[in-house]
């Protein structure tokens, strides 16, 4: 049975991963901390568990911790975990800068801890679907990729108020929901050469609520990332085309037309971030799409996007890394 360690209530999804794991026959939730002590006491009263006003003493009690504190704080609190042996699962993303990002890695391998980021996006039949598409060359060339990933958040007034703090999140809508289309895009196309945005403030919050992205890669490609806080009720989009035609997701699969002929293309579902870091654990098995090297891409996708905002020009990637 694994112990895991709830750290931090700040997290949308925390409540959602303790019951995952309460929910899970290899788990059991070891408790929850939280720098807000109202706020962690009343998690850990919903999860049925212990609250415990110091981090360090959960985390040395548990085999494993899930983090969902905020943003900011996810380099000392892995860290932490790393330095006690502790396995680690985490929200993205996984750092603001590449710098913190590498230390965090760095402090992974030291410890040879088994690691996973939150990367759900990749597990939807329809997704892989299209990344069967691309590894098969069905497309041929690749030459254009769309997703845009967003809800109503901010326009309706149900985003907690502490995801619109610039210092703890590092970020608005790109940051949080955006992170979802930017993982997504360099598993299917790879790192990006460069990168430009335009963000947005709909409601006069201190990040952006509104933003798209677009990159530019070797051999020609080009992608947009698209989300936003002020959009209710827009459905998830994700649309490719090549030099042999299109394809488009269409709930759990893809559909389109490939060299004249329309085609609908299937997958299996994989496996949810969660599930995989808790059979990695039992089998100690590696981590191949999921790990700290996914992490550490996405941090340097985020942090050129942001820098390509603040100075309104376009950022190659390979300053950043």
Excluded at 1 to 26: C, E, F, N, Q, R
Aim: net charge negative.
């Amino acid at each position: 049975m694994i112990k895991v360690g709830l750290i931090g209530g700040w997290h949308v999804h925390a409540k959602g991963y303790g019951t995952m794991i309460s929910d899970h026959p290899d788990c059991t939730l070891s408790g929850v901390w939280d720098d807000d002590v109202v706020r962690g006491k009343e998690l850990a009263e919903e999860l049925n568990c212990p609250f415990y006003s110091d981090a360090d003493e959960l985390i040395a009690l548990s085999d494993g911790v899930i983090i969902t504190s905020a943003t900011n704080q996810h380099p000392e609190l892995i860290s932490k975990a790393a330095q006690q042996k502790k396995n680690i699962f985490t929200e993205k993303v996984l750092a603001v800068t590449v710098k913190e990002a590498l230390q965090i890695k760095q402090t992974i391998e030291e410890n040879g801890v088994h690691f996973t980021i939150s990367f759900p996006f990749q597990a939807g039949a329809g997704n892989r679907a299209i990344k069967k598409a691309v590894e098969e060359k069905l497309l041929g060339t690749i030459t254009h990729l769309r997703i845009r990933n967003a809800h109503g958040g901010s326009s309706d007034d149900w985003l907690p108020p502490h995801f619109y703090d610039k210092e703890a999140c590092g970020g608005g809508a790109m940051m949080d929901l955006g992170a979802h289309p930017m993982y997504l895009i360099q598993w299917l196309l790879g790192m990006p050469k460069t990168i430009v945005s335009a963000f947005t403030n709909m409601k006069e919050r201190d990040v952006e609520e509104n933003a798209v992205c677009v990159m530019t890669f070797e051999g020609g490609a080009i992608a947009v990332s698209e989300t936003s806080f002020v959009s209710p009720r827009s459905p998830y989009s994700l649309e490719i085309s090549g030099t042999n035609g299109f394809l488009k997701v269409k709930d759990s699969e893809a559909y389109g037309i490939i060299n004249g002929e329309e085609k609908t293309i299937q997958s299996e579902p994989g496996i949810h971030p969660m599930e995989y870091w808790i059979q990695s654990i039992l089998n100690n098995t590696e981590n191949d799409c999921y790990g700290i090297d996914e992490a550490v891409r996405l941090t340097a996708i985020m942090e050129a996007a942001y820098l390509a905002d603040e100075q309104n020009k376009i950022v190659e990637l390979e300053k950043i890394i």
